[in-house]
């Protein structure tokens, strides 16, 4: 049974699709943040920069995924808002074979890197070992990143984010225990929790294969997998903008961490803890933009175009308000935040919570090019979204941390703000797109 996202109300189509796709998020970053809390409690600073700095990479590679997996998901999308749903397993078979080629490459290229990204990243030499062990063993377990990934769009092409939500329930309490079992109780530090990790993924894809078999939401021959040209061309023309734009502001992150990690480990520190946090404070963010994609996509499929157009408008007032909260809250507590992630170390938090506060200015800003982002992929229209994004990066994310954090070596309030005024360029460009190409997307 497909969800179907072209009837009923805007605001309660885009809620009931929503919240169970935000829930799934939210446990993905919370069981993140455990992975953070229970190291900092059996950690020291030096173990706790290595995880940050691994799972950055870690969280470069997967939203590179999720971003390649929009394609698949919108072409899905837009195949069941015309009703052609004898298309949809064609576009699932070509996705596989995609991603299982991206898979078997990524590992070994991965692998062989790892000193290559210990050394750009400027790693403390106190961390290196940790972060060379955190990494390898993510890498190898890449491949679970990658088909869950795949699995969870095609269930959210078909209108369903319930599923993925339950998947994400069991594995991030299997990865939770594991955690607490290898880096608590067996002291495996860093690799400890890569392991735990790594064997939660694998339970996620094996939940997912699980589910679709049992759901049978579509079926799968021999044939479907035979290499349409067409098809494939339509899943990278929109998951690959998106991909690059992904991996092009997660390189901006390293670039952050590599700055920070040259100040030293505490500074290192804290920026790695906020930015977990961040991750958790974007949660409605992401959720607006994979809704509004879904959401418009269908629509268009189905020739609904201002029903496309209200989700658009109705995510961007759901992200404003949320930011607000956010930042309104992380002004008042901003060092009690931190410390929960660090244990007395007075240097760690007052630069971390100087961080938080600039930095979750971006909890508003960011999330309305998000939902931009999200219609401009819905309209098979990714590569704005790829634009607005490198051209925040370079002319202003970049420049301006690398300013701050040497014209305010001591303050990391000034380096948080890169983020917002990256975001309002961004804001501007999707703005102008917008208006400037609408009318020729909707003939």
Not at 133 to 141: F, N, R
Not at 365 to 380: D, E
Not at 419 to 438: D, E, M, Q, T, W
Request: proline share 3%; with cysteine.
């Amino acid at each position: 049974m497909y969800g179907d996202l072209t009837k009923g109300s805007i605001p309660k189509t885009m809620i009931s699709f929503s919240i169970p796709f935000l829930i799934a998020c939210f446990l993905q970053s919370f069981y993140g943040l455990a992975d953070l809390f229970i190291i900092g409690r059996f950690n020291s600073a030096d173990v706790i920069t290595a995880v940050s700095t691994g799972s950055q990479v870690l969280h470069m590679l997967t939203v590179i995924i999720i971003g390649l997996a929009t394609g698949t998901m919108i072409m899905t999308s837009r195949q069941v808002g015309q009703g052609r749903q004898d298309k949809v397993g064609v576009i699932i078979a070509q996705s596989i074979t995609i991603f299982a080629v991206m898979a078997v490459i990524s590992v070994i290229i991965l692998v062989l890197s790892t000193n290559f990204f210990v050394t750009i990243l400027s790693v403390p030499i106190e961390s290196v070992q940790s972060a060379k062990d955190y990494m390898i063993v993510c890498y190898i377990g890449l491949p679970f990143v990658i088909f869950y990934n795949l699995i969870a769009s095609i269930f959210r092409g078909l209108g369903d984010t319930r599923h993925p939500m339950y998947i994400v329930m069991l594995t991030g309490v299997i990865n939770v225990i594991g955690d607490y079992v290898f880096v608590g109780v067996y002291h495996m530090g860093a690799f400890g929790a890569a392991l735990a990790t790594s064997l939660s993924q694998l339970m996620s894809v094996v939940l997912g294969i699980l589910l679709l078999r049992h759901l049978k939401l579509f079926t799968l021959k021999k044939s479907d997998f035979k290499i349409e040209r067409k098809i494939i061309h339509h899943i990278f023309s929109i998951g690959v903008p998106i991909a690059c734009q992904e991996g092009f502001i997660q390189v901006s992150f390293m670039v952050i961490t590599a700055i920070a990690n040259s100040r030293g480990v505490e500074i290192a520190a804290a920026v790695g803890i906020v930015e977990k946090i961040i991750g958790f404070f974007f949660l409605v963010p992401s959720a607006m933009l994979s809704t509004v994609s879904a959401v418009a996509a269908q629509n268009a499929g189905a020739q609904l175009h201002d029903r496309a157009k209200e989700s658009l408008k109705f995510g961007i007032e759901v992200i404003v308000i949320n930011g607000f909260i956010i930042w309104l809250t992380c002004q008042f507590f901003a060092p009690v935040i931190v410390s929960i992630f660090i244990k007395d170390n007075p240097v760690v938090i007052n630069y971390g919570a100087q961080y938080l506060r600039a930095y979750t200015i971006d909890t508003m800003l960011a999330g309305i090019h998000f939902c931009f982002s999200g219609f401009f992929s819905a309209y098979q229209q990714s590569i704005y979204s790829f634009i607005h994004n490198v051209l925040s990066v370079i002319l202003v994310r970049i420049p301006l941390c690398f300013v701050a954090s040497y014209v305010f070596p001591h303050n990391l309030y000034p380096m948080g703000l890169a983020a917002p005024l990256g975001s309002i360029l961004s804001i501007g460009i999707c703005i102008v797109f917008y208006k400037k190409n609408l009318n020729k997307w909707l003939q």
